[in-house]
């Protein structure tokens, strides 16, 4: 199983970013997708998580201003973050911590690789 996540870039104060993030493999359903962001020299953070019912929460920093959504179809989590701040600069990480894989027993936690948003002031 892979996370593939995309979307990140240089924007603006204000402007806006969606970012993607698909899994692929042999999936056989995934729960929480979860997206995590890192600031450089501070820690990962859990910015928003929707559950496999479209249920979703929100760090209070983004709330608001990140909509979090899914298409279980496609196996696929977004971030669509919308007045961005230069304090929202970060790698932003998709994370499905339980994700059951054909074949295996069991549920497994897996991690997309990150991907950079800097946001200009």
């Known amino acids: 199983v892979q996370l593939q996540a995309s979307g990140g870039g240089l924007v603006q104060t204000g402007g806006s970013l969606r970012l993607s993030c698909a899994a692929s493999g042999n999936i056989v359903s995934i729960d929480d997708m979860i997206w995590y962001r890192q600031a450089p020299g501070k820690q990962r953070e859990l910015v928003a998580t929707?559950?496999?019912?479209?249920?979703?929460n929100y760090a209070d920093s983004v709330k608001g201003r990140f909509t979090i959504s899914r298409e279980n179809a496609k196996n696929t989590v977004y971030l669509q973050m919308n007045s961005l701040k230069p304090e929202d600069t970060a790698v932003y990480y998709c994370?499905?911590?339980?994700?059951?894989?054909?074949?295996?027993?069991?549920?497994?936690?897996?991690w997309g690789q990150g991907t950079l948003v800097t946001v200009s002031s």
């Open positions: 929707v559950t496999s019912d479209g249920s979703t």
């Open positions: 994370n499905a911590p339980r994700t059951r894989v054909a074949g295996k027993g069991g549920k497994f936690d897996y």
